[in-house]
């Protein structure tokens, strides 16, 4: 097969899913344009979005709405306009990038279990206030599951010190569902498929558009949950190895540089 | 003021609450007679009992229902009979003779945290199941607080470690709640006036009868709650101040041999 044919099969295997315009642009300014002084030209959004399948009226779209939410800015440069992160766009993704790059999971060695009494309203309310602190594992109306306080806990709260490598399937099935594993087994094939067809003469549009599809395929579903450590996923839940195939495949694809394109 | 008047001042002290016969019995025998091989007349249970106001003939029910249920077994020796433990009531009570005698309270290093899942009826009776088995602290429909197991828990359980020494007042309260506090404090008040007004030249069936009743006293609270390390009584529940008391107390009462009463 062609180069070109085993790209198009790629490309149709990580487009099967519908992705949202603008959630793809945050995808793209996160994996190609996150530095400091970085913008991208509205051509280039449209080289790189086009064999995606997105309409020129659609990305028109997504750069309004990310612009109007802060994310991005943009300048006229003659017939043509250059967007770049904002220091607001900017700070979510570098805050969310080691997650989505790290090659490995969080330390299992800090985690602790927050339990609030269900007789006081209080304990119950510091809780509550810690989720949204924090990212955590809801395990009852009660019970949390999140990394240490290194700052210590609100003092209503029962905190103890949780061995991820040894803790119940039903603790797991609530650290990542039933659903979420689901969606990890789909995207393990998807991988698994282009990892098989991904040719190693792409040009730098080709490395750019399956880069892209690549990172946003696997953060679409590793952003769906808190960051646990590999221990606390079910064993039939292939999140692992989607995180293997996903890395080994971005280093088959250098990241181009996108004045280039 | 005589001996005599102290003494009684000490037994009228110590028999304010009215004590149940059988359960001194047990008391008697677990401080004073539970080796192999020791045995009490009915004539010395009665010397002992007698000043604490038991009548004979609650003495001889009380010891018909420890015969009946196993705890003690008797011999008739001429017009009077010799009553020794049982295997059975020898082994219960020295189980108890560590936790009643022990002048410290548990480690506090091994504690634990066990939480069943709500969702599933497998876990809820695993952790049913642990707390008939181990003395635990029931803090929640689905939480139990305990010694951790050295031999593995139930994998439905979820397992987290505890530091005694920094929980919430909720959960001490659960450990050793207010109604038990109460009665560590009445305890505390009359061990402090025992401690105050007890002679030091008592005769050995003065000292027999008063330890008698201070292990009795001190067990009667201690045994209606699991087993607890210093840190796990809520701050205004003197325990441990009662534990002290009652220890320097046997101290200043020597344990008397049965034979010279």
Redesign the interface.
Known sequence: MTTASLFEQCLNRLTRDRHRVWSLIVTLFGDMAYQDGDQVSTQVLAKITDPMGVKPEALRVALHRLRKDGWIDSTRQGRSSVYRLTGFGRKLTLEAAPRIYGQTSPDTGNW??F?A????ED?GRDLEDLSVEKEMVQ??P??LLGRCPQDGAP?????????PS???E??KSRACPDELCESYRALEQSLLEVSSLLPDDLNPLECAVLRCLIVHSWRRVLLRHPEVPDALYPSSCPAVACRELAMTLLERLPRPSLDKL
Chains 1, 2 share one sequence.
């Open positions: 602790c279990l339990t009494s269900t007789a006081c304990s395990l009852g009660n019970l003092s209503s709260l029962l905190v103890s010190r949780v061995d040894s803790v119940p039903w603790v």
